[in-house]
């Protein structure tokens, strides 16, 4: 799915022109894109969450050269989906990962003085 089907889909799904539905989508996309670039995080429950990552300088290697080189520091935007999200996708890892899930442990018993 890509942009144009996405603006499709929310129109007839909610009874709106594609127009609105693109300014709808733009918005979306502008609040999340502002907020990370700012340094913030943006939580969608049930579906991720997106925030700013620094990635550290290093040293890398040209492949064709063999030469080393100095890779500078970056900052990217990361998604971390939610577990609703990775459920609905593949059903069976979700399943698994619940039962894999140790019981609660007992609460600390107060001691006697």
Known sequence: MNKTDLIEHLASKHELSKAEAGRILETLLDAVVTTVKKGGA?????????????????????????????????????????????????????????????AAKPAAKAKKK
Do not use: E, M, W
């Open 42 to 102: 943006v939580s969608i429950p049930g579906f991720g969450s997106f925030k700013q990552h620094a990635r550290a300088a290093r040293n890398g290697v040209n492949p064709s050269t063999g030469a080393k080189i100095k890779i500078a520091a970056a900052k990217l935007p990361k998604f971390t989906p939610g577990a609703g999200f990775k459920a609905a996708v593949d059903p069976k890892a979700a399943a698994k990962k619940a039962a894999a899930k140790p």
